[in-house]
């Protein structure tokens, strides 16, 4: 089955800084893959996507890039500020019927003012 | 419009109790699910419900059963609750669609089993 591998698993970054964070998947049929954010004690919530027809995906300080043929994409954040904080989640949809979902283990990013 | 609501938010079970986690979403989604959180684990599917009378295994269905009752709800069930089963439970809905797959979350329940 899919495997979703995710590094570093925490971050650290002076505000202003850029942060990457790094995924990689095993299954090639995989064709869907999107970022969660998720705050302290609350629900994750996607702020961005990216399909496997795509290379890259910008979103204003957001950008997701994907290396198809490496089986790899990455999160890129610029100009991060304190309020970026949080665990960022990868995923990676399983091409099959029913829309199975695979998630990274989590990066902890923190934005040191 | 309330998006994906859950209860409990929070519950503590003894060894061996049952319950059922209760789901609903009002976005006319076709798909739904039940992820685990556990530190350091990320979010692994327990069951997911491609549709309306339709349900799958995820990564870690053992311990647990699912009711897809109508295409609003989706329950999870814990027919014998064990310690390894403490847990931040979600639920998540999308729209089956060629033009979006995006997952819309619930809350969440915090399950404590001692």
């Known amino acids: 089955g899919e495997n979703v591998e995710q590094h570093p698993s925490t971050l650290s970054v002076q505000e202003g800084d850029s942060a990457v964070i790094k995924c990689t998947y095993s299954?090639?049929?995989?064709?869907?893959f999107p970022w969660y954010k998720q705050e302290l004690g609350k629900r994750p919530q996607l702020i961005i996507d990216?399909?496997?027809?795509?290379g890259e995906k910008k979103d204003q300080r957001i950008a997701v890039t994907l290396n198809k043929t490496a089986k790899h994409f990455s999160l890129h954040i610029t100009e991060t500020q304190p309020e970026d904080s949080a665990v960022y989640f990868c995923?990676?949809?399983?091409?099959?019927?029913?829309?199975?979902?695979?998630f990274g283990p989590g990066t902890r990013l923190s934005v040191l003012p | 419009n309330a998006g994906v609501t859950q209860t409990p938010k929070f519950q503590v079970l003894k060894t061996g109790q049952s319950m059922t986690l209760q789901c609903a979403q009002d976005?006319?989604?076709?798909?739904m699910y039940w992820y685990r959180q556990d530190p350091g684990m990320g979010l692994r599917l327990i069951y997911y419900?491609?549709?309306?009378?339709?349900?799958d295994k995820g990564e870690v269905p053992n311990g647990y059963n699912v009711s897809r009752l109508n295409k609003r709800e989706f329950s999870l069930r814990l027919e014998s609750a064990a310690p390894s089963q403490t847990s931040v439970y979600f639920c998540?809905?999308?729209?089956?669609?060629?033009?979006?797959?995006?997952?819309?979350f619930g809350p969440g329940t915090r399950l404590t089993v001692t």
């Open positions: 998540a809905s999308s729209l089956y669609s060629g033009s979006s797959y995006e997952q819309y």
């Open positions: 299954d090639s049929a995989s064709n869907y």
């Open positions: 990216i399909r496997s027809n795509v």
């Open positions: 995923a990676a949809r399983i091409n099959n019927y029913g829309q199975n979902f695979v």
């Open positions: 976005m006319n989604h076709n798909s």
């Open positions: 419900s491609a549709s309306e009378g339709t349900t």
